[in-house]
């Protein structure tokens, strides 16, 4: 690798580190420019520049200019440009370069899953993120608790009952539910007036040491409205209302 090459790799890596995507995007031009050869580790540099700056439209010009280059993309790229997707709520084009990978034999990972799962998830396409789910369960690719948060926040609008049975799959595994699994678990019974299984999600994230913020108040106070049960929503209010929400 030439030694300038090297040198603009380093500075587009600093760039996208900074979250500068604008400078890094500057940076490529200007090696391009150069008549220097962009490698894999410029691209993929440049992507993730892309995705870190929501710019997912730059990350799929600059993938596609990749593929019909020398440089070979690898996971480390594909999955920079599947989040720079998901940050769009691009599902459709996540899950297309899912497909891409999977078809040239690129190792796929939980990154890249999650991350198609998560565009699911924005744009209410829960059955799409149950199919990646499965796929990642036939495939053994490994799931951690941004997997099951995605996938329960993907069902807990629509498919409450899902959403409870991935939370309690989560609880039987070695994985440790957060803040944001507790929300959209709370948030898919408040939505079929669940109150008494809400409220003892709450009592579960206080013993587990999980935050509790606005989030989860409203959702627990909205499950005890819609169950009828107004006067324990009111109970629930004052010991809550202590608590400093973040």
Request: glycine share 6%.
């Amino acid at each position: 690798v030439d030694s300038n090459t090297t040198s603009f790799n380093a500075a587009i890596s600093a760039c996208e580190k900074a979250g500068e995507w604008d400078m890094a995007l500057h940076l490529f031009s200007a090696m391009l420019c150069s008549k220097l050869e962009a490698d894999t580790i410029t691209f993929s540099a440049a992507i993730s520049a892309c995705e870190k700056g929501g710019e997912w439209r730059a990350a799929l010009t600059l993938l596609s200019a990749m593929t019909k280059g020398e440089a070979q993309p690898n996971a480390i790229t594909f999955n920079a440009a599947i989040s720079a997707c998901e940050k769009g709520g691009e599902w459709e084009k996540a899950l297309h370069l899912i497909g891409f990978m999977v078809q040239a034999k690129i190792e796929t990972c939980n990154i890249a899953f999650n991350a198609a799962i998560s565009a699911c998830e924005k744009c209410g396409e829960w059955e799409r993120a149950l199919q990646l789910f499965s796929i990642m369960v036939q495939g053994k690719v490994e799931l951690d608790t941004i997997t099951f948060n995605s996938v329960i926040s993907a069902c807990d609008k629509q498919q409450m009952n899902k959403a409870l049975e991935f939370f309690s799959a989560m609880e039987q595994s070695e994985l440790e539910s957060n803040t944001v699994t507790f929300n959209a678990a709370i948030n898919a019974c408040e939505k079929v007036g669940m109150w008494e299984a809400a409220l003892q999600l709450v009592a579960q994230m206080a013993q587990c040491m999980a935050v509790l913020n606005v989030i989860t108040f409203n959702a627990a106070v909205g499950a005890c409205e819609k169950g009828g049960h107004t006067q324990k929503a009111l109970q629930f209010l004052d010991p809550v209302s202590q608590i400093k929400f973040r």
